[in-house]
T-cell receptor, first 110, second 112 residues
């Protein structure tokens, strides 16, 4: 059975305190790994897609990386507006549907 | 472009009542999805439509039906609502299955 596990469940940071969120997966064949951001009361918003081990993508203070077993979302010098829940999802080769992790709730204090 | 729109935004039902959640996208996407999101459970797929004219069950289809009305619209119906169906429902679409998904704002449903 395909599994996606995100850690930690919740993370509190001070503004400017860099950290990383983890998404580990056990799937039979990875087609793609997706990161989304979800603000309270809203739908998830797409951030990145990673397809192969070693790939990295950046957007402002966020950088996503991928290995054969896990992905990291690195947040550099976060600001309070980065507070949100970050979701990871994996798409398996030959499947029409992604499997989502349960998310990491990030709070950045000013 | 409005992206993915959902109606209604909020709904309260009594046990046994029926209702239809509406979803539409204006991005010319081929695939559409219905999820439910519950605290501590993450997003769980209810049904999806890989292309116009097809629908398939996801992880938690019991108690729901769907209709892919045309390429733009994908509705979710609760025939006889139960308290266990209290949740936030999200519709999503993708250009093709396997691509990044675009989500609607959600429908918050309470079943009493």
């Amino acid at each position: 059975e395909d599994q996606v596990t995100q850690s930690p469940e919740a993370l509190r940071l001070q503004e400017g305190e860099s950290s990383s969120l983890n998404c580990s997966y056990t799937v039979s064949g990875l087609r793609g790994l997706f990161w989304y951001r979800q603000d309270p009361g809203k739908g998830p918003e797409f951030l990145f897609t990673l397809y192969s081990a070693g790939e990295e993508k950046e957007k402002e203070r966020l950088k996503a990386t991928l290995t054969k077993k896990e992905s990291f979302l690195h947040i550099t010098a976060p600001k309070p507006e980065d507070s949100a829940t970050y979701l990871c999802a994996v798409q398996v080769t030959g499947s029409y549907i992604p499997t989502f992790g349960r998310g990491t709730s990030l709070i950045v204090h000013p | 472009n409005a992206g993915v729109t959902q109606t209604p935004k909020f709904q309260v039902l009594k046990t046994g009542q029926s209702m239809t959640l509406q979803c539409a996208q204006d991005m010319n996407h081929n695939s559409m999805y219905w999820y439910r999101q519950d605290p501590g459970m993450g997003l769980r797929l209810i049904y999806y439509s890989a292309s116009e004219g097809t629908t398939d069950k996801g992880e938690v289809p019991n108690g729901y039906n769907v209709s892919r009305l045309n390429k733009r619209e994908f509705s979710l119906r609760l025939e006889s609502a139960a308290p266990s169906q209290t949740s936030v429902y999200f519709c999503a679409s993708t250009i093709l299955t396997g691509d990044e998904q675009f989500f609607g704002p959600g429908t918050r449903l309470t079943v009493l």
